[in-house]
């Protein structure tokens, strides 16, 4: 039983992370900016990334940090800036300072190509920041992360039960199950692997926007018609969403961007030890489960 320190335990990832490490046995002091409801084998620390006092009580004592917390939306530069590189720096200066035997970061597949949105530019610089002052950290690059508790990627089930998913241009992309990479979390926390790791469900050659948009409609029940959506006008769109939607827009140009480049399949020789880890959710069966869980929730 190890003592872990988890960033960004309220969200998608970290939540689903909690419950997979209590049930591993191990114990947990989670970071939070509102109060949350008592919960046996976790403290919660208030605080948040820009709260030193926080950062050094989250981290005093505990065996390894598990650094989920970051932006994947924001107005602009300085709001990604903020959440995955200044954060991350905080996060990175704190476990230094208590000297945390174990740090590993969660990243994001967006890091390889850091020139194709603000976004990915800011999880490539906070791996960065990582690296070089903790040379034994891990840092994992998941690609698109589902499962039950998702709402980013809600919406595309709802468009797979309506019959019509519209698409970016032609590309291919991987695919992890959240409680795949929750696993893989708990073990490079107890593990003295380093360096960067993609991860994904290690379907070869990952998928096609067609064929992952076909499997959404199995998992739903329905036949879907697929629609390629040309560059151009999916930067129009998001545009369109950013003006209209605000700051509850999911497609912004900066993501847009993102989701128009042809090859987001993770590497086979930056995937982790198989000794060490192995997913054990394939992607049809998981998406069949969260659209069940979907439904069960009344979101679909």
Do not use: C
Request: net charge positive; glycine share 8%.
């Amino acid at each position: 039983m190890s003592l872990l320190a988890i960033t960004g335990g309220t969200g998608f990832v970290g939540k689903r992370l909690i419950d997979r490490a209590l049930a591993a046995g191990h114990r947990i002091r989670a970071l939070t900016r509102r109060t949350q409801a008592a919960r046996e084998g976790v403290d919660w620390v208030s605080g948040a990334l820009d709260t030193p006092e926080a950062l050094a009580a989250l981290l005093a004592g505990v065996d390894a940090v598990i650094h989920v917390a970051g932006v994947v939306n924001a107005r602009d530069k300085a709001g990604f800036v903020a959440g995955n590189v200044t954060g991350t720096e905080a996060v990175v200066a704190a476990a230094k300072a208590a000297g945390t035997p174990r740090f590993v970061h969660v990243s994001s597949l967006s890091a390889r190509e850091p020139e194709l949105s603000t976004y990915g530019w800011s999880k490539a610089e906070g791996e960065a920041a990582v690296l070089a002052a903790l040379p034994d950290a891990a840092v994992v690059r998941p690609p698109a992360i589902y499962g039950p508790g998702d709402h980013e990627m809600l919406e595309l089930f709802r468009l797979a039960a309506r019959g019509v998913v519209p698409l970016p241009p032609p590309g291919r992309f991987s695919t992890i199950h959240v409680d795949d990479l929750a696993d893989l979390l708990l073990a490079l926390a107890s593990s003295d692997a380093a360096g960067l790791f993609e991860v994904d469900d290690e379907a070869p050659m990952g998928w096609s926007h067609v064929d992952f948009a076909r499997a959404l409609g199995r998992a739903v029940g329905r036949r879907v018609l697929t629609l390629s959506t040309p560059r151009a006008l999916l930067m129009l769109s998001a545009r369109i969403a950013r003006a209209v939607q605000g700051d509850r827009a999911k497609l912004t140009p900066d993501r847009a961007a993102y989701f128009s480049h042809p090859d987001w399949v993770v590497r086979a020789d930056r995937r982790p030890p198989p000794a060490l880890w192995r997913p054990a959710i394939a992607t049809e069966p998981g998406l069949a489960a969260t659209a069940k869980w979907y439904r069960a929730e009344g979101l679909l």
